[in-house]
């Protein structure tokens, strides 16, 4: 069982005010929210033992490089990864995303297929675009049901000995599906053919194991795990990594240079060029030991409890339509209002203190599919209750008698 009042305690943010009016934060898939303890890892740093990692002998750069690296091991154990290099540090789920599409660069022919999500969100859509369009291989897309899921059939069809790449989000952000990647990815190996799975939504709210998952790459962002803004994480399976060439070239990532040539430094050294977000990491890592004590269990269970009783709440409301059905989904609900633009909803509603996401979610062939304009999009956190979702469905209804 969760003590909710008291894990809110944990979150100073929670107590403000907005616009006169307690703080009703449901932009959760946007970025979570920052416990004290991960503040106080970031102060801690920088108040502490502020210095450049892996190069000094002094006494504070090996503390530095010794939390740091004590950081890396806490995410491997998370994910669990057989070896701690197997784990990159990088800025967010963009970045390694990026650096996996750039190093495919020089492994993808003429002809190679790649084959993507139609859930996906625009940093697992545009890198392999630019991928293909540098390499000539093509893009294909599964597409989704009504529902938001993935049709798995047209996925079979799909796959044959030409594809090279998938790249399936674990969890849709704009619309909750939970994909099923046992099978998309036990499917695409089948074929000979490497897998990342964009993990950004469904780390708050499930533990990967990367092993039993047999996933060539997973990437996530410390942002949506309670972690800070800027960093986050690549994993590679150690055969993959490293094969992949570097991604940046700098201080950091090299064995030694001359002008002549330049060797590269081991893994995890060699995708990590130029100081890192030093801070970052050591606060990723307390993230992950704050949701570990609290336990991915306990948070599954109590958010499935907050979406069944948002859905009822706002399916309540007339007019009222939720985007994103699928059985297997987690707790964001994506919904709009017939004859009301979703942006003049979230407008309305901020006025009351309650922070939503409108728009396209950075995933516009959802919208395309649906053909709307965007959605309003609650997501509820593990710190949310449901006396805040009451309130939200009544400030809804009260923008809907406003607007209409
Ligand atoms: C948030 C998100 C991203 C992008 O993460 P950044 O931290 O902005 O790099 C990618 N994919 C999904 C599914 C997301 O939810």
Redesign the pocket.
Known sequence: MLDIQKIREDFPILSREVNGKPLIYFDN???SQTPQVVIDAIVDYYSNYNANIHRGVHTLSQEATDAYEEARLKIQRHFNAKEAHEIIFT???????NLVANGFASFLNKGDEVIVSAL?????IVPWQMLCERTGAHLKVIPINQEGELLMDVFDNLLSSKTKLVFV?????ALGTINPIEEIIQKTHKVGAVILI?????CPHIKPDVQALDVDFY?A?A??ICGP?GV?MLYGKQEWLNKLPPYQGGGEMIKEVTFEKTTYADLPHKFEAGTPNIAGGIAFGAALDYMNAIGFDVIAKYEKELLDFGTEQLLAIDGLKIYGTSRQKTSVISFNITGIHPYDIGTIIDKLGIAVRTGHH?AQPIMDFYKIPGTVRASFAFYNTKEEIVKLAEAVKRAQQMLS
């Open positions: 898939a946007a970025t800025s967010g789920t963009t970045h390694s995303i996906e969100h625009h940093s697992n989000n674990h969890i849709s952000n964009d993990g950004a939504q469904a990437v962002s942002h949506k803004t986050g950075c």
